[in-house]
């Protein structure tokens, strides 16, 4: 966003105009990826609501910020995860970011929380995927296992495993697309 110091600067004296341009620029990108992740219109909209009444109640502190689209997504992604605390289905996705973080690494403290981050996203995203493909996606990641390999323990074509391993990745470059609207 063009210009966004100067915004920050006068969301700071209260400028409305100031929130207003952010809001405009910022709003849908958190609704859609609060959407894409929860699956359901009006919770993203409630999570957008809240995030940007927060830029708001927050904006003096929001103006000393260096990228706010980094702080936005970080609100954006804990708003999801206080969702998911609260439904009790928090611990499946830790076991499942502890076994799945393994495939990165890096030796900044700030790379390992995004990184972190971004495997629990991740992870939550494969569990929403529909049974067979989840199923598909897991048996191919996270055990190795090639698509022949797969067919054979599935009784299925190699050719449904591969629509199924197509359809699973191209849901989670969505995923991926939708959080790179952030920076």
């Given at each position: ?37 929860l ?64 495939y ?33 996606f ?10 022949r ?35």
């Amino acid at each position: 966003m063009e210009q966004e110091r100067e915004i920050l600067d006068r969301l700071a004296q209260g400028d409305r105009e100031a929130f207003d341009a952010l809001y405009l620029h910022y709003a849908p990108k958190v609704e859609e990826l609060a959407f894409w992740m929860l699956k359901n219109r009006t919770e993203a909209e409630d999570v957008m609501q809240s995030i940007m009444l927060k830029v708001w109640e927050r904006k003096e502190e929001i103006a000393q910020m260096t990228r706010f689209s980094n702080y936005l997504f970080t609100m954006t992604k804990n708003a999801i995860f206080d969702i998911y605390n609260r439904s009790l289905v928090h611990e499946k996705y830790e076991s499942a970011q502890l076994s799945s973080v393994r495939y990165f690494h890096d030796d900044t403290l700030d790379s390992q929380v995004e990184t972190n981050d971004l495997a629990l996203l991740i992870s939550i995203a494969v569990d929403k995927m529909p049974d067979q493909r989840r199923r598909i996606f897991r048996m191919s990641r996270y055990e190795g296992l090639s698509n022949r390999e797969i067919a054979e323990r599935l009784r299925i074509s190699v050719k449904t495993v591969e629509n199924h391993m197509t359809a699973a990745l191209g849901q989670l470059r969505r995923l991926l697309a939708s959080i790179t609207l952030f920076f």
